[in-house]
């Protein structure tokens, strides 16, 4: 080959076909990929490419750079190289001392790689050369120029003398291929740069990769100036706030009398022993950060807050107070009808609390239906005790830290919602309130109901530990009230740390009483009306109750004594203003609702409760349901129809109810002949149970003896004894289980004019613990056998006419 140097113009990018020769030598590159127009050196040290150089490395000698696919590999084949390289001269070479070269090369023109032709000494490969389509015009190639010396002034790092060096290329191709060469693109982005044979779109492409990079650059530097500048105005302000201070000083108003201030308050605050090892160190801190060098900034912020934080949280033990059961006791009286359960534990809790001094407070939590009055008895026994009340509203938390504080590490950290209240409350020991305490759920933050098992555990709140306290926080004396509706929703560990206190619905005549001694005066002073202004009768309120809502507390029933409340102020104003206006000075309207009047104020009556049908033919019981608004009654027909034993049932049943069904219907088949109903009964009729009150879905055990007694009433042709409703879960083994709800059933049978319920005998100390007046003139029989519920419910048929049975032709035998 010739060894004089040809292509030293860095334009050069393509050349004639005649001028490349059909095999060349390779130097395969490791993490490297040279492109047309591109001086540069290279050191070659394999064995192979050495005695390449050292054969062929003559200045002006071609070779061929292909780059390998993977750089670790040591023996190179076709499969190892990318097929896309490219034509290089060698300008000179230089000896290294480690036994290899550096080799100064030009990138020359775009070539393929064909086939390997030889291995040994070095590579020889087939090329074929690959070239460009020049679709630039002058306008397109100045604009792309442009955006390179614009992106190499913004960059810090490249010198400005390559300004003129950008400037000097004329070739477009060769300037998108210095501008790629000397990015930080990867090795395959590059191949597929150097494989695009359109000048135009290599330019298009480095031309927005420029355009990014360029903006990139002038928003950092953007940012760089500002912290500059943001710097120099903090020493600005440093040296500004020490004169500040020099001043003041002079003038007899130092800043330190604040920290002073703060200081002096928490000394003279009490301190358990180690609160007072961290308030002092805390306080040597603040005072260096004071001292330093920016005034403190972010950091003397975060530590006031802690200090003060400290200084507003009750840490003194509380001072025993005057305790007055019967005061208590009546304040809790005065304020809610009912719920003697729960006033019989507080009571307790006064009782103990008067003999020793100073005891553990109980951790409460209260599960009824919306509206019984769970946050209302909070409040009364806060004032039954004489302590300040603070409420903490739990539904939708999701965060653990809403409990437990933020550490102090974050910008912005506050401490949980206990301590926060504790702060409110200023002593250690008032009534804290965890409302809807059911609401909480777990989210990617945490789990807030975790947090509450340290909170609510009587042998682990008293050290409790706030993140952003850092300390622990003694919570013993707290009396804890939670509030909740539906305990199926608290966790099982958490439900394990709280006495469970169940608050049913109120019966109609404790709402009556509520409405007359709590909400009427209370509309009546929010309208600023005198007591007497309005009034209701019993029967009014009755009809209110029952006409107009359907709910286990009362905040329907307020909202419509309110609504006559607002009706009957519009009255009275009105009859003023006729009598002013007839010259009758001093006339004074009055109003009184009666049950007849209930209508006009609140339209037609929107509730119509279930009452007692007559039972006359045979398939149809009547069962006591469990509601969130109260007990109901429920009617369960049953009937049969020719078939092939089929078993059928509808009215939205949930799978308990249709597994209690299935299991009645079981036990008939299993003891058809003790009752008088033949077999083959069972195997030509199919059968439909149907449950009234199809839009609303029905659910759980408690129907399975009205099941059982409607299937039995229906194959033994008999109706149901009148005036009997029931309720109790039924099992294969003919045994009658206890269920919930008892004290709603009762009411709902009552309310209905049922005369007798028929209840499990495991629920029996469950009803005597209703009050008397709910189950006057109610007659209640238990049963624990299912046979023996059977002859009650469904009297056996005597004499000649015997016991009805369905025989497999499907006709009726006496």
């Keep these: 080959m010739s060894s004089t140097i040809r292509y030293a113009d860095q334009n050069t990018t393509e050349i004639d076909k005649g001028a490349l020769p059909l095999e060349l030598p390779i130097i395969p590159l490791r993490n490297a990929v040279i492109l047309p127009s591109v001086l540069l050196p290279i050191f070659v040290g394999r064995n192979e490419s050495v005695e390449l150089i050292e054969k062929q490395g003559q200045p002006g000698s071609l070779i061929a750079l292909f780059t390998q696919v993977s750089a670790q590999e040591e023996k190179i084949d076709a499969k190892n190289l990318y097929r896309t390289g490219t034509l290089a001269e060698i300008h000179r070479v230089i000896p290294m001392g480690e036994g290899g070269y550096q080799v100064f090369l030009q990138g020359v023109q775009k070539i393929e790689l064909v086939d390997i032709v030889s291995t040994s000494p070095y590579l020889v490969g087939r090329i074929m050369p690959l070239g460009e389509i020049n679709d630039v015009n002058e306008e397109q190639f100045m604009e792309f120029q442009a955006h390179v010396v614009r992106y190499v002034e913004a ?141 403190g900034g972010f950091e003397i912020n975060q530590i006031r807050n802690w200090l003060e934080l400290v200084l507003e949280l009750p840490f003194e033990n509380p001072s025993p107070g005057e305790i007055h059961l019967g005061r208590a006791a009546q304040v809790l009286d005065e304020d809610h009808e009912g719920l003697e359960e ?105 789990d807030p109901s975790a947090a509450l098992l ?114 009957s102020v519009r009255k009275i104003l009105e009859a003023k203003e006729k009598a002013n206006a007839g010259s009758s000075e001093g006339v004074e309207a009055r109003i009184v609702i009666q049950e007849s009047d209930i209508k006009d104020l609140l339209g037609r009556d929107r509730f119509h409760r279930d009452s007692k049908e007559e039972l006359e033919k045979p398939g149809l019981a009547v069962g006591l349901a469990w509601t969130p608004v109260g007990g109901d009654i429920l009617y369960i027909e049953a009937t049969s129809y020719p078939g092939k034993g089929d078993f059928k049932l509808s009215g939205q049943l949930g799978d308990v109810m249709k597994e209690s069904a299935h299991a009645a219907f079981s036990f008939l088949k299993g003891h058809a002949r003790e009752l008088g109903i033949s077999s083959e009964a069972f195997a030509n009729q199919d059968f439909h149970i149907h449950i009234p009150g199809g839009a609303i879905p029905k659910d759980g055990p408690s129907a399975g003896v009205t099941l059982l007694t409607a299937l039995t009433s229906l194959l033994k042709r008999k109706p149901v004894t009148e005036n009997v409703a029931m309720t109790g879960e039924i099992s294969l083994r003919g045994k009658i289980l206890p269920v919930g709800g008892i004290k709603e059933k009762v009411l709902a049978a009552r309310a209905a004019g049922i005369g007798t319920v028929l209840l499990p005998e495991q629920n029996q100390a469950e009803y005597e613990e209703i009050p008397g007046h709910v189950t006057e003139g109610l007659k209640v029989e238990y049963f624990s056998d299912m046979m023996t519920l059977l002859k009650r419910t469904v009297p056996a048929a005597s004499g000649s006419s015997g016991t009805p049975v369905v025989h497999a032709a499907g006709r009726e035998h006496w």
């Design 342 to 446: 729960v006033k019989k534990r507080i009571l307790e809790y006064l009782a103990v609390e008067k003999q020793t001094g100073g005891a553990r407070a109980p951790i409460l939590c209260l599960v009824g239906p919306p509206g019984v009055g769970k946050t209302s008895l909070a409040k009364s026994i806060a004032r039954a005790l004489n302590r300040p009340l603070v409420r903490s509203a739990l539904g939708g938390v999701r965060d653990e830290a809403e409990i437990r504080g933020h550490r102090r590490t974050y910008v912005g950290a506050m401490p949980g919602k206990i301590l926060t209240a504790m702060k409110k409350a200023e002593r250690r020991d008032p009534v804290f309130l965890l409302d809807e305490i059911d609401k909480t759920g777990a989210s990617y933050n945490g």
């Design 155 to 295: 960059h810090p790092g490249i010198p400005d003398e390559v300004t003129s060096f950008v400037k000097r290329l004329k070739n477009p191709s060769a300037l998108a291929n210095q501008v790629v060469f000397f990015s930080g693109k990867e090795i395959p982005e590059k191949i597929d740069f150097l494989k695009i044979s359109s000048v135009s779109d290599k330019l298009k492409t480095v031309q927005n990769d420029l355009i990014e990079e360029t903006n990139r650059m002038q928003m950092e530097r953007e940012v760089r100036d500002k912290v500059e500048k943001d710097t120099s105005k903090m020493q600005r302000d440093f040296y500004l706030r020490k004169q500040l201070e020099t001043i003041r000083k002079e003038l007899g108003e130092d800043d330190e009398n604040e920290t002073d201030d703060l200081e002096s308050q928490l000394k003279a605050k009490w301190l358990p022993d180690e609160i007072r090892k961290a308030v002092d160190k805390e306080l040597k801190r603040y005072r260096r950060a004071q001292e330093g060098s920016q005034g």
């Design 454 to 567: 340290e909170v609510l555990d009587p042998e682990q709140n008293n050290t409790f530990e706030d993140h952003y306290l850092g300390l622990p926080y003694d919570l013993s004396r707290v009396l804890f009230v939670a509030t909740a509706n539906n305990a199926d929703s608290i966790p099982l560990p958490l439900l394990d740390r709280m006495e469970l206190v169940n608050l049913s619905g109120y019966t109609l005549a404790e709402k009556t009483q509520i409405a007359r001694k709590h909400l009427v005066p209370g509309i009546l002073s929010e309208l600023k009306l005198e007591k007497d202004q309005i009034q209701f009768s019993d029967k009014a309120i009755e009809r209110t109750i029952t006409a107009h809502t359907r709910e286990a507390g009362v905040r329907s029933l307020k909202r419509r004594l309110e609504s006559i409340a607002r009706k």
